[in-house]
């Protein structure tokens, strides 16, 4: 049975994700919490949330903004209602939901609002990854040119050096997620795509190509959370948050002694299967980080889906697509649904409400009780996972 | 009485604050643990900090450098402990503390770290008047032009015209705060200044002068929380947070109806008070955010150390000195110890630490029991109030 909960989700919200041309983080995210508003009519978002958490990665780079938090309370018409930005790259949604997870169970806050946003089709594709990059260490990797995509190709070739990994077991994972991106209307690029055109994509950090990576997109995401005691003033159907956890590597792979696995990714993991008293194989469904689809394999393992090693031969007996025993990223991923890196970590949390929910439409994972999101900050050196219940 | 401990403070540290040519934030940080580490022998901190939540502000801009939580976690030696960054422009660390607070209320964490940085001075004063107007909304101010130092100018002038308020109550607030930084050994600028020189220094933006601005400085802070049933195992004076509060307010002064009066700080204060079960006239000592003289006028009048508009009648007075009524910045404030931006929040809970322990030296406030301390982001759009007490 899954451990208490620690917090409802009573609402969610994610806006459409995309290229949204003339459309900055504050429509993004007004859009987002819109969503979420209108599925929780008895909430009074200016008299009743005490506190909003909101994760933005790079918006100095990318929109000359820092400070988006009292922006984001403005926008939603809740001053003067506190509003904290986090920011772990990529997990800064994740770490909003951390925060979030923290101000309920503290009793201090009985309503608390946790989102991310991120505006990225405004720039070019290499003002983005220079962008990205500052979430390296400067002075040992950007400063040198060394980018992602070059990091996750690291940890791609150790892979296959170490356990036979191969471009095509990368390829299907990226086949998988176009297949279920597909299926939701609110993703990027609703396109699936075949094997060959995967494998046949131009190359961008060998053995990663096009297809291996995930999408540059605008996009914003939000929940409500509520103490587990008040959630049914809210809805019938709260979602229940059982596990949060997250752990921290060191910034830069070189550090490591082993580019295959992922100490925050483990880590974290065992946190929170632990507070949720789960295993792995209790887990019906997850919401895992593939940035690039070296990171959903490596995911796989160290969040304990299959032994460590095995991931490809997990995508490849189809374990992981929709009607497998655990299927991942059933709303196209980062690959496919696309990757505002600030709204990841709570997009993933809306994905899992859905699911939970049964309100998946076509991608409707079939019975799902127990969903997993696992959002990831840099190369790995930020990991948040939780874990929820019906 | 005050009300019941929220967290304890069982240890802090701060780096020597000014130009730290050579050092980066994690050097900087690293020397802020070391003293945290040092006063705590009993703290084994890869063993016993649980999560760690790390403010700043604008590295992007000033370092090429964002996710910079993993990096702290990795310098101190913590990994895999999860760190998160929290930014809210110059109250960045003040919302990590109120972080760590929810984190300890919680349970899920019994000892927690807090802290900030800024690295600044390896940048040009227009570089950094450019990064911190990142703080403001792009497209209303700093696309135009309009920078701190003109917003805070026009809260001084909506005041002058108001209340009466002259040039020569700012500049006693400076004279003031170069009093008392000249006491502290850590401050930027140990420098005794008189009423003449503040009024006759270079005009920056009518009527703020040099002398009314913070400076540019390189620094760190950290503090070690613990719930209150274990501080005993790491000190025999823990100094308790009896309130911790927060408000937003809008990101930008033309939304607002009133330049002379801060809905942030009056809402902030207000609920810290009600928290902690004190009013302003149980307040011995307070850190405020004088970022510009006239913050520092502000926040009397919106904390409540005097009436509306009577900010001052109370520097007339001499009621903010050391000795009076209510010391205020007895650590030299923003203006003379120097004002990195994401370091300063728990720069000032470390004044207030050293004040309540009674290790304050020169600069001590006898028999201080209760102390304040208030951190603003921005235009006052975010701000973040905490009480403590012995």
Chains 1, 2 share one sequence.
């Not at 995210?29 to 994760?55: S, T, V, W």
């Not at 980018?147 to 990994?165: E, I």
């Not at 065992?270 to 593939?290: Q, W």
Request: with cysteine; charged share 20%.
């Amino acid at each position: 049975m899954a451990g208490k909960p620690l917090a409802a989700i009573v609402s969610a919200g994610l806006s459409k994700f995309g290229r949204r041309t003339g459309l900055m983080t504050r429509e993004l995210f007004a859009e987002a919490a819109k969503e979420a508003f209108e599925r929780c009519p008895n909430l009074n978002p200016k008299k009743d949330i005490q506190m909003i958490f909101f994760g933005q990665a790079i918006p100095e780079s990318l929109e000359h903004q820092s400070h988006a938090a009292p922006m984001i309370t403005n926008v939603i018409g809740t001053v003067p209602v506190p509003c904290i930005r986090t920011e772990n790259a990529c997990a800064s949604s994740g770490a909003a939901l951390k925060c979030g997870v923290y101000a309920i169970v503290s009793g201090l806050a009985d309503i608390v609002m946790v989102g991310g946003a991120e505006k990225m089709c405004n720039r070019t594709t290499s003002e983005v990854t220079e962008g990205l990059a500052t979430a390296l260490d400067f002075f040992v990797s950007s400063w040198s040119g060394l980018t992602f995509p070059g990091y996750f190709a690291l940890m791609a070739t150790a892979h296959m050096h170490k356990y036979g990994t191969t471009e095509e077991h990368l390829a299907k994972i990226a086949v998988k997620n176009h297949r279920n991106g597909a299926l939701n209307p609110k993703a990027h690029m609703q396109k699936v795509i075949d094997l060959e055109t995967a494998l046949k994509s131009r190359m961008i950090a060998w053995p990663l190509k096009l297809y291996d990576c995930s999408l540059i997109t605008d996009g914003a995401s939000c929940a409500i959370l509520t103490k587990p005691e008040i959630a049914k003033k809210f809805t019938d159907t709260p979602i229940w948050i059982v596990g949060s956890a997250m752990a921290c590597d060191t910034l830069e792979v070189y550090e490591r002694d082993d580019y295959t696995r992922s100490i925050a990714i483990i880590t974290a993991g065992r946190e929170a299967y632990k507070m949720a008293g789960l295993e792995p194989k209790d887990i019906d469904l997850a919401e895992v980080h593939d940035c690039f689809t070296i990171a959903e394999l490596i995911a796989y393992e160290d969040l304990g889906f299959c032994e460590k090693g095995k991931g490809g031969k997990l995508i490849d007996e189809g374990e992981t697509e929709i009607g497998g025993r655990i299927p991942v990223n059933t709303s196209g991923g980062l690959k496919s649904k696309g990757h505002p890196v600030g709204a990841t970590g709570v997009a993933q949390l809306y994905e899992i409400y859905l699911q939970l929910l049964g309100e998946a439409g076509k991608r409707q994972v079939k019975g799902a009780e127990i969903g997993l999101s696992q959002n990831l900050g840099g190369a790995a050196a930020s990991c948040v996972v939780h874990i929820y219940r019906r």
